[in-house]
């Protein structure tokens, strides 16, 4: 089964840590941009990390520069997102998702660049 499965999600108190994980069965992440995005109660969702597909680009949302961290294991075919210093306001359902991208080092920064997605994992942070 072609999918992108998400896990690590949960509850963490302010100023805690979560490392999320995207594993992906069907296919393989070799050639393929990563992306991380977050979706809170009544908003639109939004970008928060991407990667080029040869792992040597990167880029932040300004709201997560300096506390989240984007890599992948493609021997393993999981990509990652390690969040610390979580505040309250990165509470959302958090989707990972990709796209094959043949140029290598091009990171795709829009949400309707990504045309596979995972089903979403709930973070919340919270006292």
């Known amino acids: 089964q072609v999918q992108l499965v998400e896990s690590g999600g949960g509850l963490v108190q302010p100023g805690g840590s979560l490392r999320l994980s995207c594993a992906a069965s069907?296919?393989?992440?070799?050639?393929?941009?990563i992306g991380w995005f977050r979706q809170a109660p009544g908003k639109e969702r939004e970008g928060v990390s991407y990667?080029?597909?040869?792992?040597?680009?990167?880029y932040y949302a300004d709201t997560v520069k300096g506390r989240f961290t984007i890599s992948r294991d493609n021997t393993k075919n999981t990509m990652y997102l390690q969040m610390n210093s979580l505040k309250p306001e990165d509470t959302a359902v958090y989707y990972c998702?990709?796209?094959?991208?043949?140029?290598?080092?091009?990171?795709?920064?829009?949400?309707?660049?990504?045309?596979?997605w995972g089903q979403g994992t709930q973070v919340t942070v919270s006292s």
């Open positions: 998702a990709t796209r094959a991208e043949p140029r290598d080092d091009y990171v795709p920064k829009t949400r309707r660049e990504y045309d596979f």
């Open positions: 069907g296919f393989t992440l070799d050639y393929r941009a």
């Open positions: 990667m080029s597909a040869n792992g040597r680009n990167a």
